[in-house]
T-cell receptor
Framework: DAGITQSPRHKVTETGTPVTLRCHQT?????MYWYRQDPGHGLRLIHY???????DKGEVSDGYSVSRSKTEDFLLTLESATSSQTSVYFC?????????????FGPGTRLTVL | AQKITQTQPGMFVQEKEAVTLDCTYD???????LFWYKQPSSGEMIFLIY??????QNATEGRYSLNFQKARKSANLVISASQLGDSAMYFC???????????????FGKGTKLSVIP
């Protein structure tokens, strides 16, 4: 485990409102990721970060932005939430060793956009 | 084309029996890694096992083993002696490129729901 927490764990919001999800890690891992999980789609990458202030887009980045001002925190923002963004959001960090690299996941945030 | 294909949406296995969950992948990169994750009904994603494309032997972790057939581009998860606690969704994922370079992005399959019958 990489000591990953996500907040909030559950959120209900209305269409058009801004939403920010927070991922916090205690392992000083360089790489962090945001995924969304929807039925029938598995997990899909939204954005990732490879260091403080260094981020890049993933497969489903439209409608999302991210920020990383500290190593331990990675924020995901929905500027104007839509019903299609109702999903479970997972944060992950990358643990690297000499022989492999493994992503460990936070507990997830269930977001409902009404 | 899908990069990771899990063809079994759901499977049943008798307790104490072995079960194989299928995963095929598609990549032209000679260097890649394959991962399996478990997601119980509580929702967390739990890392199970990893196989690198250059690994000579199949990976094993306790009751989990990965049947890696490179020429067939398959990376099936084998769970031996199934337990009730093995009931969960199982996801296969792939990282393309060297471990040590790139973004380490994972591409996931859609998952297989395993139900263990007492």
């Amino acid at each position: 485990d990489a000591g990953i927490t996500q907040s909030p764990r559950h959120k209900v919001t209305e269409t058009g409102t801004p939403v920010t999800l927070r991922c916090h890690q205690t392992e000083n891992h360089r790489y962090m990721y945001w995924y969304r999980q929807d039925p029938g789609h598995g997990l899909r990458l939204i954005h990732y970060s490879y260091g403080v202030k260094d981020t890049d887009k993933g497969e489903v980045s439209d409608g999302y932005s991210v920020s990383r001002s500290k190593t331990e925190d990675f924020l995901l923002t929905l500027e104007s939430a839509t019903s299609s963004q109702t999903s479970v959001y997972f944060c992950a960090t990358l643990s690297k060793s000499s022989s492999t690299d493994t992503q460990y996941f936070g507990p997830g945030t269930r977001l409902t956009v009404l | 084309a899908q990069k990771i294909t899990q063809t079994q949406p759901g499977m049943f296995v008798q307790e104490k029996e072995a079960v194989t969950l299928d995963c095929t992948y598609d990549t032209s990169d000679p260097s890649y890694g394959l991962f399996w994750y478990k997601q119980p009904s509580s929702g967390e994603m739990i890392f199970l096992i990893y196989q690198g494309s250059y690994d000579q032997q199949n990976a094993t972790e306790g009751r989990y083993s990965l049947n890696f057939q490179k020429a067939r581009k398959s990376a099936n998860l084998v769970i031996s002696a199934s337990q009730l606690g093995d009931s969960a969704m199982y996801f296969c994922a792939m990282r393309e490129g060297d471990s040590g370079a790139g973004s380490y992005q994972l591409t996931f399959g859609k998952g297989t729901k395993l139900s263990v019958i007492p």
